[in-house]
Structure formats: structure tokens, C-alpha cells
């Protein structure tokens, strides 16, 4: 590893001499903080798009060792000012797979490297197939493929766009022993290419992609790949969470609702147990129309007619609508925390299924229990409506437990998104706080029904 810089407007030539003399092939990779650059075999090649070069910020080139001492390989950028890069080479024995060495869809005839597409709500991940370990007498095989491809990834903390973050990340998913040690695998899909990966995407946190190609006992890894599912150089915008003064101040309401409704809801039962069926209206609102002020209307509409359904149906009826607004957000949560590994959640019929399941199991067993299931629905959903906003202000990740489940509603392809969410200290501190919150309200709502207990069994004085 080399950490060069390449000045504005202007080619690089770059050296690799002292390789192993029982490496067969290397893999040469130059990582770039938020430009590209073009890395090329020939000088001829750096200023068009050919089979000879690749265009990118995370991007590398196979070579296959000779008896020449050294291995040339060109750089150029493009950009008016000096990029930072990390130059690396990876060398491999000849019983290693090829990455990317059965090739039918990316511009070089082999492609160690990652295209990665970042969108508004998934960041997809494709890498093309590996080839058998090659050698003088075999070339590379592709039919009936043996090589078994797999995909790692790890976080960076939230929010952290710093140049060193990112040199360290890529420098930690370079090789096949580092990757094994400080990557999570991510499973394979069932409906989709082998070759994909789709994952939910979370604002402004940094993630780092690897493919393993494993023969036998034996992996290569391919050129890491990175993402922070927004561009915070070319549209610092894009990584707001919040990005208007309407979206802040609802945010801001949210969170001054759900603290009344703490420390006074016990006093005003009626307000209180239609907070709930507003909060969660409105969510399904917005998953519905997309505008957070129509959304609201919905909203008020639910609350409405929750209002309507307990003048004339019986309580256990109004009970279980009630309590469905806890139950939407428990399978939100299971959601939200399932395994990677549990990939029949990729089938819409079961997904749903499971959800509906879920939300009305939960619904029922507070149903029954009543006046305890009353007082945790309306702490749970209270509570969360402050741990919503703090989340977006600190930039945890806990927002997306609402924004996962509205993503599968809407979204186009979201059901093979791996939702496998980052977990730093600050996700901890507030799920450690919306715990704290739920016990308070709790508390406080039992002591009144202690109150109004006492009172009742006093005798009048005469």
C-alpha cells in the first residue's frame, strides 16, 4: 500500500517492482476520496473508454506476472485539483481464483472491481464471476462455474466523511485474512443474480463492499468497494436526512408531542390513546402519497374514525385497532433487527404475511391484557416519537425503522435489500434511552391508577 497524490490535470506513472517470484497474478486497485480517476494498462488508453482502462474512484486492473521485473500501470486525473489516493497491490499464488476473470458485462476483459449504483433508498452492488486458478496450460473457465463468489461489508461511523476514515475502512477490506476478520458476510440472494447485492440505504453512513471468490481452500479478493448512499462532496445536500424547514419543524412537533404526552398523558387519557393512532396513521399516510402534510390529513382521518368506531362497536373491537398501532411498529422492529440470513423474507407474499401476522399477534395479546396493554402502547409510541427526532439530529440509524418498512412498501426491488442496519454507540445510547422513557411513563401512569384506587376505597368523612 502507497499513499500517493496525483496533481490536477495530469497522468501517473506507477511502478510495482520486488514481487513475490511465487505470485502468479496481482491485483492493482487505486482508491480516491469522492473523484475518479482512470487507471489504464497503456498510456494510449487513458483518455477514452476501451477494453485497456477502467473509470472510477475504487477501481483496479488484473495482471498476470511475467518475467518482466517490473509492472507499468497509468493513471490520470481528470479533476482541476489534486486527488488523494490509495494505491494498493494485492499478489496471488497460482492456485488462487481469478476475480472477475469470467467477465461478460464491464469494459475490461477481466474485472476485479465493483459497479456500484447509489440511489435515493438502495445502494446495488455488482460484481461479474471469478474464473477457475489459471495457468499455462488452462484457460479460463467459465461454463459450469465451480468458483464460489461472496459479498462482505462493514460501516464507518455515522456521519463521519473525514479522508482518514476512508483511507482506514478501504485499508481494512484489502486482503482475504482482513476481510474475513473485520467484514460481515452478506448473504447470497434467491430471486435475483448471484453476482448482485442490494442493500437499504443509510444517509451519510459510510460502507465498504468486498466480493470473495473462493476455489477449494483458496480466495482472492476483489477491488474493494464504497459507498456513504449520498455524495457529500459533489451535493453535501444529498447526505441531509432533514432536507427542508418543513421536514425540521414537523420533526421538532414530533418531538415536543411525545414529551407532553410522557409527562401528562396519564391526565389526559382520551388525547393520549389517539396520539398513537395519529402517529402511526400518518406513517402510513406518507408510505402512501409521499407528501408529509397529506400524510398528516390521513392521519387525522384514522384518528377520526378510531374516535367514530369506539361510539359504536364494542371496546375489544376499538381495543385491538388501538393496539395495532403498537403492533405495526413491533413487526417494524422485527423488521428492522431480522437476520440477513432469514432470505424468504425476500418474497413479497411471505414478507407480508409474517408483518400482518406480527402487528395483529401483538395487538391481540395487549388486547386481552387491557389496562396494561393500554399504558404500554401509549409509552412505547410516545417514547418514540422523541427517539425519532433525537435520531435525526444525532444521525443514528433508529429512523429507519419506519423508513425500512415504508421503503418495502413503495420502492421497486426494495425486498431484496439486505436492511442489516449499522449499530454505533449512538444507536445504543438511545434505544437505552427510549427504555428509560417507557419505564417513566409506565410508572407514572400506574401511580395515577394507585391514586384513583386510593381514592375510591377512602370513606367520605361525615
Known amino acids: 500500500m502507497r499513499q500517493v497524490s496525483i496533481k490536477a490535470n495530469s497522468n501517473a506513472t506507477f511502478n510495482i517492482t520486488n514481487i513475490s517470484s511465487s505470485a502468479s497474478f496481482i491485483i492493482i486497485q487505486i482508491h480516491t476520496y469522492q473523484h475518479n480517476v482512470t487507471l489504464s494498462y497503456d498510456k494510449d488508453y487513458l483518455n477514452k473508454i476501451s ?12 495482471s498476470r506476472l511475467t518475467t518482466n521485473i517490473v509492472t507499468q500501470l497509468f493513471v490520470k486525473n481528470d479533476n482541476v485539483h ?12 497460482n492456485t488462487a481464483p481469478i476475480p472477475g ?42 461454463e459450469k462455474n465451480p ?12 456521519q463521519d466523511f473525514s479522508i482518514n476514515s476512508y483511507f482506514m475502512a478501504i485499508e481494512s477490506m484489502l486482503t ?53 448512499a449520498c455524495h457529500p462532496t459533489i451535493n453535501p445536500a444529498s447526505c441531509d436526512v432533514l432536507p427542508n424547514l418543513i421536514s ?21 387519557l382520551k388525547a393520549d390513546m389517539a396520539l398513537p393512532i395519529f402517529f402511526t396513521g400518518t406513517v402510513i399516510g406518507y408510505a402512501a ?23 359504536y362497536l364494542p371496546i375489544f373491537f376499538s381495543g385491538i385497532m388501538f393496539n395495532m398501532t403498537l403492533g405495526f411498529l413491533f413487526a417494524c422492529i422485527a423488521y428492522f433487527q431480522s437476520p440477513g440470513s432469514f432470505i424468504i423474507l425476500q418474497n413479497d407474499w411471505v414478507f407480508w404475511s409474517l408483518f400482518i401476522t406480527l402487528a395483529l399477534g401483538m395487538s391481540m395479546i395487549m388486547t386481552i391484557i387491557f389496562h396494561f396493554g393500554f399504558v404500554m402502547t401509549c409509552s412505547i409510541i410516545a417514547s418514540f416519537m422523541i427517539i425519532l427526532p433525537l435520531d435525526y439530529w444525532t444521525g443514528s440509524a433508529l429512523k429507519y425503522i419506519v423508513i425500512n418498512i415504508i421503503r418495502r412498501m ?12 449499522p449499530s454505533e454507540a449512538n444507536d445504543i445510547a438511545l434505544v437505552i434511552f427510549w427504555s428509560c422513557l417507557v419505564l417513566y411513563r409506565i410508572w407514572k401512569q400506574w401511580c395515577r391508577i394507585g391514586v384513583l384506587d386510593l381514592a375510591e376505597r377512602t370513606p367520605l368523612l361525615r
Open 51 to 62: 477494453n485497456r482502462s477502467v473509470f472510477g474512484s475504487n477501481i483496479g486492473l488484473f
Open 82 to 93: 489534486d486527488v488523494n489516493g490509495l494505491l494498493a497491490v494485492v499478489a496471488y499464488h
Open 101 to 142: 476473470g469470467c467477465n461478460m458485462e464491464f469494459n475490461t476483459e477481466i474485472a476485479p472491481y465493483a459497479s456500484v449504483q447509489t440511489l435515493d433508498t438502495m445502494v446495488i452492488v455488482d460484481v461479474q464471476p471469478a474464473s477457475v486458478p489459471l495457468n499455462d496450460s488452462v484457460k479460463l473457465i467459465c
Open 147 to 158: 468458483v464460489e463468489v461472496e459479498m462482505y461489508q462493514i460501516f464507518l461511523n455515522e
Open 176 to 228: 482475504v485474512t482482513d476481510i474475513k476478520k473485520n467484514g460481515v458476510k452478506v448473504v447470497s440472494p434467491v430471486i435475483s443474480s448471484p453476482m448482485r447485492r442490494v442493500f437499504s440505504a443509510y444517509t451519510g453512513v459510510g460502507s465498504v463492499y468486498v466480493a470473495l471468490a473462493t476455489y477449494g481452500e483458496y480466495s482472492a479478493a476483489y477491488v474493494p468497494a464504497f459507498s456513504y
Open 248 to 268: 425540521k419543524i414537523i420533526c421538532a412537533l414530533c418531538f415536543f408531542v411525545g414529551l407532553l404526552s410522557i409527562c401528562f398523558g396519564h391526565n389526559h
Open 289 to 311: 402519497v409521499g407528501d408529509i402534510s397529506i400524510a398528516m390529513g390521513i392521519g387525522l382521518c384514522f384518528t377520526i374514525f378510531w374516535l367514530a368506531c369506539q361510539c
Open 410 to 421: 413503495t420502492v421497486e426491488g426494495f425486498n431484496l435489500a439486505i436492511v442489516r442496519p
